[in-house]
């Protein structure tokens, strides 16, 4: 007999998401991800100044901040009719770069390794190593004492746990440690912002601030110790890991979804963005023996609302989205509404950003017998880690060699007033996927506001012809053989990274429940 699950709220993600599964057979057969967060942002900035609009979606979230404000400054660029100077784009490069680093290394340490080891087993430690030991007794004290936060709760290990004493101690020394480099990823950033969280710097046309020498030296000193980190713990975690105890459920593919993908492409190299880190591009159907990317076209997306908390409304491109609610829909479960490209569902980031630029590294592992899903997406942020810190040093030099030129420009002053009408639309390849800003202006103020965030087309629900949104096809088939400690559940979806703050924005007091785990 089928049984639902109901998991409310998933932990270790940025805000508030309900996942509900029904398993027959040891098996996901149905799906359904819930937002319960009122979206509300968008509304707010109607009538308001649109400079203001890259401070103000800056405050969607705490984790992954100045994507939207880099984002949002891109689209008053468009609609305003700004030219960024080249040494404008260096340094927002550099501060997004940082946010690359300290993201994709909080999120496999601090939010998805947990799902993979039994973080008992370091009681059973029985190696020299003087650092892993003081991990074993710190490990040890706490359980003494019962007090095992931040490592636990958790599900009970299961067949696809990494329950090697080795492993999981050197795993827990290595979360420790990538708390300190991510605080130093953190401060690489403020830098170049000013702050952190919610950088100062980055407006329409450019930045505001003119770096230094002593700036850039810290900068690199600190991109350095990343480097070492990425190369000499982190890959070869990810790696052994994904190549090691969780090779069957790579090869199993296990939350895999539509095979759809897209990438607007992001992180120019050189001016003119001829050469760029993540290339653009979208896979309907991933072959992969054959991949097909075809070029972006953002003419065609749409949000529908069928099965979202707001008016009824057909499906209408972002610069024509609202935001009306309606608490008594029939058959409506969430707050995120369902993004499509061309009509399709598509999943964004990492895996999708790889897939698209035919990462030799991901192919390879691919040829081997990967198959994308949970530990692919995995697989993918490592290297594409890698790729952005070799980015940052490349434009460090060209920072350098902009900085002693005559004329050094980092803001266009000739387009900081904002036109009497316009439109524009500003797109960011953020850490968790495709991000895009959408601005209609009149009389000098915003006249609408639409973000459609990677974690709206990840999270997204069923659209109008009833096609499951990523997070909800990703989970069909996934093996749950106990209902009772449904891991694969939010091992898939931790995978993805959400973040259901910039998907839906503002909190609903009535549903901000502790934690809720229901079977029926």
């Known amino acids: 007999m089928a049984k639902k699950i109901t998991i409310h709220p998933v932990t270790r993600i940025e805000g508030h998401l309900t996942i509900e599964v029904e398993v027959d057979n040891g098996k996901v057969v149905d799906a359904w991800s819930s937002g319960t967060m009122a979206r509300g942002f968008e509304a707010m900035l109607t009538g308001k100044d649109p400079r203001d609009a890259p401070y103000v979606t800056s405050r969607f979230c705490g984790v992954c901040y100045s994507v939207h404000q880099l984002a949002s400054a891109r689209a008053l660029d468009a609609a305003f009719g700004a030219k960024v100077p080249w040494g404008g784009n260096l340094l927002r490069n550099l501060v997004m770069g940082a946010e ?225 609610f309606n608490l008594d829909k029939k058959e409506a479960y969430t707050f995120i509404k369902a993004p499509r490209y061309d009509g399709k569902p598509m999943e964004v980031g990492p895996l999708a950003r790889m897939l698209v630029a035919k990462n030799p590294t991901l192919i390879d592992l691919v040829k081997k017998g990967a198959k994308p899903g949970a530990v692919a997406r995995h697989a993918s942020r490592a290297i594409e880690t890698k790729l952005m810190v070799d980015a940052c040093y490349n434009w460090l030099d060209q920072l350098l060699a902009e900085m002693t030129k005559p004329g050094f420009k980092i803001h266009d002053t000739e387009h900081w007033n904002p036109p009497e009408s316009g439109m524009g639309a500003g797109f960011h390849e953020a850490p968790r996927g495709a991000l895009g800003h959408w601005i209609k202006i009149k009389n000098k103020k915003i ?13 997204s629900p069923r659209c109008e012809k009833g096609v499951r949104g990523q997070y909800e096809e990703a989970l069909i088939g996934a093996p749950v053989p106990d209902p009772e400690n449904p891991n694969n559940v939010v091992r898939i979806i931790r995978s993805f990274d959400p973040c259901l703050a910039c998907a839906i924005h503002i909190i609903d007091p009535k549903t901000n429940e502790i934690r809720k785990f229901l079977i029926e």
């Not at 609408?448 to 999270?459: D, E, L, R």
Request: charged share 25%; proline share 7%; hydrophobic share 35%.
């Open 100 to 324: 690359y680093i300290y993201d994709h290394v909080l999120h496999f340490y601090q939010l998805s390794a947990l799902d993979y080891i039994d973080i008992m087993a370091v009681a059973e430690y029985k190696g020299k190593d003087k650092d892993l030991l003081a991990v074993k007794d710190k490990i040890v004290n706490l359980v003494k004492e019962k007090d095992t936060y931040p490592l636990t709760p958790r599900y009970k290990p299961d067949d696809f746990s990494v329950k090697d004493p080795d492993i999981v101690t050197s795993a827990v020394s290595h979360y420790i440690k990538a708390l300190k480099m991510h605080a130093k990823a953190r401060n690489m950033g403020a830098i170049w912002g000013g702050r952190t969280p919610h950088y100062q710097n980055i407006v329409v046309g450019g930045v505001t601030s003119y770096p230094d020498i002593n700036q850039w030296a810290r900068f690199r000193t600190m991109l350095d110790e990343q480097k070492k980190f990425v190369e000499e713990v982190y890959i070869p975690d990810v790696l052994a890991f994904g190549t090691g105890p969780l090779w069957p459920l790579a090869t199993m593919g296990v939350g895999g979804g539509h095979y759809n993908y897209l990438s607007y492409g992001d992180f120019p190299k050189d001016p003119a963005w001829k050469d760029i880190v993540f290339p653009a591009g979208t896979i309907v159907g991933l072959n992969p023996a054959n991949i097909k990317v075809e070029p972006v076209n953002t003419e065609k997306i749409t949000e529908s609302v069928k099965y979202a908390w707001y008016k009824e409304n057909k499906p209408v491109h972002p610069y024509d989205g609202e935001q009306v």
């Open 447 to 459: 006249a609408n506001y639409q973000a459609v965030v990677p974690s709206t087309w990840n999270a």
